[in-house]
């Protein structure tokens, strides 16, 4: 494969050349939300500027063009994924995504003695909506707990498959940890026993190649905005049958093709869970992200990532009281940690000083943290576009927060 000019890479994004603090950025929270490239604003904007219009309504030239990018869009996403474009719902997010799944294929099936299994590893996300459908059928959610290394364990998990189990919500990527799950091997499993998975490929989609057909699950939920898309832009893909049997979640405009106070005939799979003006600029913009990661190559883009994973990991190795949560052999860019003596919020808002922005807290998963027996971590996580002088500096002024703590 050609080397990439990840410099160059770089330089495609406005914002990291930026000063925060008088000093250079050094961005290290992309797992909460990723920075945009420029070929990405520029979509935006040239929408907004030379092609606004609504979606699936007007036949003027201008509402043509609209619906051809928001529809080109979906298409191309749906080839990314290797997925066809009529089963994949456009949405705000992996948020919105799961709770569809929750709404419109759990809540109208499952019933008292039903099982949902959640891994100890889920972005509140994967979690609270499953606890809302618990409260309203009579389902229990159970916990498929993880090995201390922050993997999940396989015969664990498969004894924790028993007959009550109707629904298996699993991540891809944790957002805490960085293990990277075998869902493949997972979705074969539960398949086996009937078992509906939902997969959250939030944290996936941005940093390897995601491959939905092969993975065999039901569904798969994603989000734009930590793949260089803009905010408010995700999706669901879910097997045909599914969708054509889950009633629409929200209802409105654009999800119908017939409205009268007898009835309403809806639209079908996926128009029939797109109730509304949808972000259309968003979505545009997110074809535009599908294109600047498919130039570069999710290949080359996962080479990277492990390489300045490694780096960063050998250095924080090397700080004594330092711990690390998650060391799982399959690992994403994501490192928590936590120094001995300092507060993992101390340690950020002295990070910031030096222009370092990581983040600190519970990350969106109390349960995982609970497990780890921890109220906070600090979380770094790396992008292609990071480099290996910027790990160097993160780590020179940890050490000088760290000292300023003692
Ligand atoms: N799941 C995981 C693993 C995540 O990291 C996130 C974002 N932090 C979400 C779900 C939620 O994504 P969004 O807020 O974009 O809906």
């Not at 028993?162 to 957002?175: G, M």
């Not at 004594?320 to 799982?328: N, Q």
């Not at 950020?348 to 370092?356: F, R, S």
């Amino acid at each position: 494969p050609t080397p990439v000019d990840w410099a160059a890479v770089r330089a495609d994004f406005p914002l990291l050349t930026r000063q925060v603090q008088g000093k250079p950025l050094i961005y290290l929270d992309s797992a909460n939300t990723g920075q945009k490239p420029a070929a990405v604003i520029e979509a935006v904007d040239d929408f907004y500027r030379a092609h606004n219009a609504n979606v699936s309504r007007a036949v003027h030239t201008l509402g043509t063009e609209a619906t051809e990018a928001y529809e080109g869009a979906r298409r191309k996403l749906a080839r990314f994924l290797n997925v066809r474009g009529d089963d994949l719902v456009l949405c705000s997010g992996t948020t919105f995504a799961i709770n569809l799944v929750a709404y419109s294929w759990a809540l109208p099936r499952l019933k008292p003695g039903d099982t949902i299994l959640v891994s100890r590893m889920e972005h509140h996300a994967n979690i609270v909506p499953w606890q809302l459908v618990a409260q309203r059928t009579g389902a229990v959610v159970r916990v498929a707990e993880i090995a201390p290394d922050g993997s999940l364990d396989p015969d664990a998990l498969r004894a924790a498959m028993t007959p009550d189990v109707k629904l298996l919500a699993v991540t891809h990527v944790s957002n805490v940890l960085g293990t990277v799950n075998p869902v493949r091997e997972i979705c074969r499993e539960a398949r086996k026993r009937g078992i509906v998975t939902v997969v959250d490929g939030s944290q996936a989609v941005p940093h390897r190649k995601v491959d939905i057909a092969a993975i065999g699950c039901d569904f798969y939920a994603l989000t734009g905005h930590k793949m260089c898309g803009p905010t408010g832009t995700g999706a669901l893909w879910a097997r045909r049958e599914h969708l054509q049997a889950m009633p629409p979640f929200i209802g409105g405009g654009e999800m119908i093709k017939e409205v009268s106070f007898d009835g309403t005939v809806f639209n079908d799979a996926p128009h029939k869970f797109e109730a509304g003006t949808p972000n259309i600029a968003g979505f545009i913009g997110l074809g535009a992200a599908v294109d600047y990661l498919d130039a570069i190559g999710m290949a080359h883009i996962e080479a990277r990532e492990a390489e300045l994973l490694a780096h960063a990991t050998e250095e924080l190795d090397r700080i004594e009281g330092l711990r690390i949560f998650g060391r799982a052999p399959e690992k994403a860019a994501v490192i928590s940690f936590l120094v001995e003596g300092a507060h993992a919020h101390d340690l950020a808002t002295l990070l910031d000083l030096e222009g370092v922005a990581i983040r600190s807290g519970q990350h969106c998963a109390h349960p995982l943290l609970q497990f780890f027996g921890v109220a906070a971590t600090c979380r770094m996580s790396l992008a292609f576009y990071n480099t290996h002088e910027e790990i160097e500096k993160f780590v020179a002024a940890l050490k000088k927060a760290r000292s300023l703590l003692a």
